[in-house]
């Protein structure tokens, strides 16, 4: 089995990575496995790492964390620290003792506001976002809700303000075609058929051309395959809007093809 | 592009809130590991 953990110790440390892990009650084991099996001095396989959620420079950051989402922030807030940058990190969760790295983060005192929620109710998305400000960027992670909310009040922010990591998969509506399109393999030639039943990944598995891939919802970044010619539909939960326009690479776990033909550099 | 799988060895595991534990990772050999990986894009 093969999990994304994001990285969340010192990325100035070239011996050691740290990941933090919730047990997902409802998950497909890959958390069961970490907490209940694996121990000290095991040996993990490592893909990676890859990073789908970059710091981008900024003279102020607002973070807003929700419960495990703390974890890909958390080296953003020691970069942005180690910058000298004007930041602020807001973290929900549900109960102080369900969220992790209190301790850590304490050491920078005001900067931090910690909302349980059994104390403070939901944070107040309103008073962090509420004026939008164009020398701010603003990082979330967490579960889907949070950040369709951080999305919608950040849609009257200057573009690309926001930046998000999901662990869920964006909700997507049916594929625009309902008919197959061709996959032209520019490098090792040939050409796949892609039904309308198969994602191109499982087309291509099935025609004999491996791509590495992962979490198989378009969330993990894994498959990312360059597009040399024809539209692709972008289905994924990683790419902005202009990486989207730009057209010139896809997630062949999940998306598809807008036209008849895609040509991809396999 | 497939990236070739490095092995690690589990080097710490602590329990860091309710329903979280932190695993440390490390190369059985104790030498360097990949660097975190510039990103993709930017804007």
Redesign the interface.
């Known amino acids: 089995m093969t999990r994304q953990y994001s990285?969340?110790?010192n990325?100035w440390d070239?011996?050691?990575?740290?990941?933090?892990?919730?047990?997902e009650v409802a998950g497909r084991g890959g958390s069961a496995y970490?907490?209940d099996v694996?121990?000290?001095?095991?040996?993990?396989?490592?893909?990676?790492?890859?990073?789908?959620f970059?710091l981008?420079p900024a003279s102020r950051y607002l973070f807003v964390a929700g419960g495990?989402g703390i974890t890909p922030l958390l080296?953003m807030v020691h970069q942005a620290e180690l910058l000298g940058a004007d930041w602020t990190l807001v973290y929900g969760g549900r109960?102080r003792?369900?969220?992790?790295?209190?301790d850590e983060l304490a050491v920078h005192g005001e900067r931090v506001h910690v909302v349980p929620q059994d104390e403070c109710g939901l944070i107040d998305l309103p008073r962090w976002l509420g004026a939008p400000d164009p020398a701010t960027k603003v990082y979330c992670c967490g579960p889907g809700p949070l950040l369709d909310a951080v999305e919608r009040i950040c849609a009257a922010w200057p573009p690309?303000a926001l930046r998000t990591e999901r662990f869920v998969a964006r909700e997507q509506g049916a594929p625009s075609r309902t008919t197959p399109f061709d996959v032209e393999l520019a490098r090792t030639g040939g050409t796949v058929t892609v039904p309308p039943d198969l994602s191109v990944l499982e087309a291509l598995g099935k025609a004999g051309v491996?791509v590495?891939s992962s979490c198989r919802q378009g969330l993990c970044?894994t498959c990312?395959t360059d597009v040399l010619a024809g539209l692709p539909e972008h289905r994924d939960s990683i790419l902005?809007d202009?990486?989207r326009a730009a057209g010139d690479?896809m997630f062949v776990c999940v998306s598809r093809s807008l036209g008849d033909r895609l040509v991809l550099d396999l | 592009?497939?990236?070739k799988?490095?092995?690690?060895?589990?080097?710490?595991?602590a329990t860091?809130?309710?329903?979280?534990?932190?695993?440390?990772?490390?190369?059985?050999d104790?030498?360097?590991?990949?660097?975190?990986?510039?990103?993709?894009?930017?804007?």
């Open positions: 990285l969340c110790g990325r070239a011996e050691t990575y740290r990941v933090g892990v919730l047990r970490v907490h694996l121990a000290v001095g095991d040996l993990v396989g490592l893909g990676g790492p890859r990073n789908n970059p981008v495990i080296p109960t003792g369900s969220m992790a790295f209190l690309f491996e590495l970044g990312e902005d202009a990486e690479c | 592009m497939p990236e799988a490095l092995e690690l060895r589990i080097a710490g595991k860091a809130a309710d329903g979280v534990v932190t695993l440390t990772l490390a190369r059985p104790g030498g360097r590991l990949p660097d975190w990986r510039r990103a993709r894009t930017s804007t």
